[in-house]
């Protein structure tokens, strides 16, 4: 099955939750090419989801508080997801507020 770049994002992100890790274990972690995650964590790097850091003469890659941030409200969504797109009331999707001013109408004019 394909995953779509948001779905691997958060794999990743998901991922580096805990501790920073190589390249190398990310990829096993969400089964995918180290190559493939590289580009991805070039792409999250740049949007200041992740940093690169270097330990003990290797790269590591660890979440920034932005990239924590996103990854709840990435999950949050997911979740809401999967509970049903619309919630029912009575019979019917619930509608959307809006913010009109309505104005009654007179009678006979």
């Known amino acids: 099955m394909h995953r779509s770049k948001l779905k691997i994002c958060e794999d ?3 991922t ?3 501790k920073p890790l190589k390249v190398d274990t990310i990829a ?3 089964s995918m090419d180290c190559v493939m995650v590289k580009w991805h964590l070039e792409f999250l ?3 200041g989801l992740v940093e690169e850091k270097l330990a003990e003469g290797e790269n590591f890659y660890a979440i920034t508080e932005r990239g924590r941030s ?3 409200v990435l999950n949050f969504q997911r979740k ?3 509970r049903g797109k619309f919630i029912e009331v009575a019979g019917g999707p ?3 507020p809006t913010l009109e001013n309505k104005e009654p109408k007179e009678n006979g004019n």
């Open 28 to 30: 096993y972690k969400i």
């Open 80 to 82: 809401l997801e999967e």
């Open 70 to 72: 996103v990854f709840r």
């Open 94 to 96: 619930l509608e959307t």
């Open 12 to 14: 990743i992100l998901r």
């Open 16 to 18: 580096l939750m805990r």
């Open 45 to 47: 790097k740049r949007n």
